[in-house]
C-alpha cells in the first residue's frame, strides 16, 4: 500500500471513530451513570472504553457490533472499578445535624470499647442497616444514600442524572418510608426498658 492511500485509509476511520463517538457517547454515558455513583468514576470509564475502540481499531481487530461491543467492554471496566474500590460500609457515612456539625454513624452507634453487649448491639445495628439499605431499589437507595448520608442537593443529583428533581423527592420519599417500617423492630427492640 503506497502512502497517500494509507493515509487516505487512516482519515477514513478516524472519521469512523468520530462518527461512533457522536453517536454512543450519551447513550454510554447514560448506562454507566446509571450504574456507577461517582460522576468523576463514570467519567473515566467512558473515556477507557472509546481509548479501548480506537486501540481495537488501530490493531485492526474486526468488531462487528460496535454498540454491543462498547456496552460489553463498559461492563467490563464497571466490574473492574468495584472490584478495585473497597466497599464503603455504613460506618463509615458522615451525616449533617441540626447544628450543621458533620457526625459519623460511627459517632451515633453504640461505642466498640464499652463492652461485648454494646459491640454486639453496635453490629447489629450495622447489619441491619446495611440490609435494609441493600433491599430498596437501586434508584431509591442512590437518592437516599446522595441526598440523606452524603448531603447532596437534589437539584444536583437532578442536573447530574437528568432525572427529575421530583421524582428524586419521590424515590427518597418511598425509600424512607420503607426504611422506617424496616427498621422499626429493631429500633423497638433496643428501646425497650
Given at each position: 500500500?503506497?502512502?497517500?492511500?494509507?493515509?487516505?485509509?487512516?482519515?477514513?476511520?478516524?472519521?469512523?471513530?468520530?462518527?461512533?463517538?457522536?453517536?454512543?457517547?450519551?447513550?454510554?454515558?447514560?448506562?454507566?451513570r446509571?450504574?456507577?455513583?461517582?460522576?468523576?468514576?463514570?467519567e473515566?470509564i467512558?473515556?477507557?472504553?472509546?481509548?479501548?475502540?480506537?486501540?481495537?481499531?488501530?490493531?485492526?481487530?474486526?468488531?462487528?457490533?460496535?454498540?454491543?461491543?462498547?456496552?460489553?467492554?463498559?461492563?467490563?471496566?464497571?466490574?473492574?472499578?468495584?472490584?478495585?474500590?473497597?466497599?464503603?460500609?455504613?460506618?463509615?457515612?458522615?451525616?449533617?445535624?441540626?447544628?450543621?456539625?458533620?457526625?459519623?454513624?460511627?459517632?451515633?452507634?453504640p461505642?466498640?470499647?464499652?463492652?461485648?453487649?454494646?459491640?454486639?448491639?453496635?453490629?447489629?445495628?450495622?447489619?441491619?442497616?446495611?440490609?435494609?439499605?441493600?433491599?430498596?431499589?437501586d434508584?431509591?437507595?442512590?437518592v437516599?444514600?446522595?441526598?440523606?448520608?452524603?448531603?447532596?442537593?437534589?437539584?444536583?443529583?437532578?442536573?447530574?442524572?437528568?432525572?427529575?428533581?421530583?421524582?428524586?423527592?419521590?424515590?427518597?420519599?418511598?425509600?424512607?418510608?420503607?426504611?422506617?417500617?424496616r427498621?422499626?423492630?429493631?429500633?423497638?427492640?433496643?428501646?425497650?426498658?
Amino acid at each position: 500500500m503506497d502512502e497517500p492511500s494509507s493515509i487516505t485509509a487512516m482519515t477514513e476511520q478516524d472519521r469512523q471513530i468520530s462518527k461512533i463517538v457522536a453517536e454512543e457517547r450519551s447513550r454510554l454515558r447514560n448506562f454507566i451513570r446509571r450504574r456507577v455513583p461517582d460522576p468523576s468514576d463514570a467519567e473515566d470509564i467512558v473515556q477507557e472504553v472509546f481509548y479501548e475502540l480506537v486501540e481495537a481499531n488501530s490493531l485492526l481487530m474486526p468488531i462487528e457490533h460496535v454498540t454491543g461491543w462498547l456496552f460489553r467492554v463498559a461492563r467490563n471496566r464497571i466490574t473492574d472499578l468495584f472490584r478495585k474500590k473497597k466497599p464503603e460500609t455504613f460506618a463509615d457515612r458522615a451525616i449533617e445535624n441540626e447544628n450543621g456539625e458533620l457526625l459519623r454513624i460511627e459517632d451515633l452507634l453504640p461505642s466498640p470499647d464499652a463492652g461485648p453487649e454494646a459491640l454486639y448491639v453496635r453490629n447489629v445495628l450495622l447489619d441491619e442497616l446495611e440490609s435494609a439499605l441493600d433491599e430498596l431499589p437501586d434508584e431509591q437507595r442512590e437518592v437516599f444514600v446522595a441526598h440523606g448520608l452524603e448531603g447532596r442537593s437534589f437539584k444536583e443529583l437532578s442536573e447530574e442524572s437528568g432525572v427529575n428533581v421530583n421524582t428524586l423527592l419521590s424515590r427518597k420519599r418511598y425509600a424512607v418510608l420503607y426504611l422506617r417500617e424496616r427498621l422499626q423492630s429493631i429500633h423497638d427492640e433496643f428501646t425497650k426498658k
